[in-house]
Antibody, heavy 124, light 111 residues
Framework: QVTLKESGPTLVKPTQTLTLTCTFS??????????VGWFRQPPGKALEWLAM???????RYTPSLKTRLTITKDTSKNQVVLTMTNMDPVDTATYYC????????????????WGQGTLVTVSS | QSVLTQPPSVSGAPGQRVTISCTGS?????????VHWYRQLPGTAPKLLIY???NRPSGVPDRFSGSQSGTSASLAITGLQAEDEADYYC???????????FGTGTRVSVL
């Protein structure tokens, strides 16, 4: 059974750096074809894909946030870490991680399952 | 910002059929990239509903079906039930940005 869980601070101050950890089980990020993605959802708004890391350490970022995001993996700990610099109140959102399924190829992939999400509030 | 456009809301009476559209462009759905659908109950994480345009994961009833044509995709829910009240999102890939894109989301209400 594949499970993922996000962890990190619930409150960060403007200009600070946010570090979120996705701890997963049921799969290995050293297995070919495996990837984990990060997303966010501001209150009452739509989902937004942020970043993704593949088994071969290939990394993808959403262009609008690329300069602020860094995604890394620790295969031995079954963790994926996302950092976002220079946090702003508009970054207040629930952040999710999810397993990426590449059976239909990378471009045709989908995200399943998802972690429960963690709400991050940016406020001074 | 969402690249795929969905109606903000759709509603129907119990037992009725509703459809949710997902309109993209030639760089995503129109390029032939698969469309996937997620359901998000209030206060919970998204859950996969349809993958690869029209495939249901184990456990998803056949009341849910997907289709794709041109630059758009659709999710149909037949035999609408109270438990179907949720937000629904489409997702695909965009070749111009090399990103994964989501729809704007649609809230389904059961009258």
């Amino acid at each position: 059974q594949v499970t993922l869980k996000e962890s990190g601070p619930t409150l960060v101050k403007p200009t600070q750096t946010l570090t979120l950890t996705c701890t997963f089980s049921g799969f290995s990020l050293s297995t070919s074809g495996v990837a984990v993605g990060w997303f966010r959802q501001p209150p009452g708004k739509a989902l937004e894909w942020l970043a993704m890391i593949f088994w071969n350490d290939d990394k993808r970022y959403t262009p609008s946030l690329k300069t602020r995001l860094t995604i890394t993996k620790d295969t031995s700990k079954n963790q994926v870490v996302l950092t976002m610099t220079n946090m702003d109140p508009v970054d207040t959102a629930t952040y999710y991680c999810a397993h990426f399924n590449t059976i239909f190829g990378v471009a045709g992939g989908w995200f399943d399952p998802w972690g429960q999400g963690t709400l991050v509030t940016v406020s001074s | 910002q969402s690249v795929l456009t969905q109606p903000p809301s759709v509603s129907g009476a119990p037992g009725q059929r509703v459809t949710i559209s997902c309109t993209g462009s030639r760089s995503n759905i129109g390029a032939g990239y698969d469309v996937h659908w997620y359901r998000q109950l209030p206060g919970t994480a998204p859950k996969l509903l349809i993958y690869g345009n029209n495939n249901r994961p184990s456990g998803v009833p056949d009341r849910f079906s997907g289709s794709q044509s041109g630059t758009s995709a659709s999710l149909a829910i037949t035999g609408l039930q109270a438990e179907d009240e949720a937000d629904y999102y489409c997702q695909s890939h965009d070749s111009s940005l090399y990103v994964f894109v989501f729809g704007t989301g649609t809230r389904v209400s059961v009258l």
